[in-house]
């Protein structure tokens, strides 16, 4: 079975600063790995996906994230947040083949600070 | 534009009182997902239906039912709610045909279910 670890259950940043959410994975057989938001009262938007190929993968509203299969972690990067990136932000990791159910991490809330 | 409509958005109802939540979809996908997600939690998912197979998770209570009707619609059943049956109810489509490729998820807005 997969599992993702996201360490920080809430992360404060000013505006303007740059944030990284962190990603942990586990999984004995290869991945595709996830990251969505949701913003207060709203589903979940996907963000980004890694697939293949190029580790780093660049998504939408300025984020991209990083595959690293040494480490096991798809961290989650904007080098500038704004007011409008508050939000939850939950990783998210399937296998590749089989039976292809997500498995979401606990999440992490970017609060902005004005 | 293709999406995910869930309605009500907004739902209060009775300890012991049924409520049906729904889901529509105009992707055409064949997969669709109800995920449950208390506060501050990840979302949890409940069941899905492959076509028209229907896929329980182990630890889904007996209390949730599900329905889909045709590839567009799927329903959410709560047959005697309780307290901690209150949460977000998401549902999500992909289009899924087995085999290789990612299982990427559309996620409707969320129907927000109160019980008294």
């Known amino acids: 079975a997969q599992s993702v670890t996201q360490l920080d259950s809430q992360v404060p940043v000013f505006e303007e600063a740059p944030v990284e959410l962190r990603c942990n994975y586990s999984?004995?057989?290869?991945?595709?790995l996830f990251w969505y938001v949701q913003y207060p009262n709203q589903g979940l938007q996907l963000l980004l996906k890694?697939?293949?190929?190029?580790?780093l993968v660049k998504g939408i509203n300025g984020f991209e994230a990083e595959f690293n299969k040494s480490q096991t972690s798809f961290h989650l990067r904007k080098p500038s947040v704004h007011i409008s990136d508050t939000a939850e932000y939950f990783c998210?990791?399937?296998?590749?083949?089989?039976?292809?159910?997500?498995?979401f991490g606990t999440g992490t809330r970017l609060t902005i600070i004005p | 534009d293709a999406m995910v409509i869930q309605n009500p958005r907004y739902q209060v109802t009775q300890f012991g009182k049924p409520v049906t939540l729904s889901c529509s979809q105009t992707?055409?996908?064949?997969?669709m997902y109800w995920y449950q997600q208390k506060s501050s939690q990840a979302p949890k998912l409940l069941f899905h239906?492959?076509?028209?197979?229907?896929?329980n998770e182990a630890d889904t209570p007996d209390n949730f039912q599900s329905r889909r009707p045709n590839t567009s619609f799927c329903f959410l059943d709560i047959r005697s709610p309780g307290l901690g049956d209150a949460a977000m109810y998401l549902c999500?489509?992909?289009?899924?045909?087995?085999?290789?490729?990612?299982?990427?998820?559309?996620f409707g807005a969320g129907s927000r279910l109160t019980v008294l």
């Open positions: 999500a489509t992909s289009g899924r045909t087995g085999g290789s490729g990612a299982n990427v998820l559309t």
């Open positions: 999984s004995s057989v290869s991945v595709y």
């Open positions: 890694y697939l293949s190929g190029s580790t």
């Open positions: 998210a990791v399937t296998r590749t083949f089989g039976n292809e159910k997500l498995t």
């Open positions: 992707l055409n996908h064949n997969v």
């Open positions: 239906y492959y076509d028209k197979d229907f896929n």
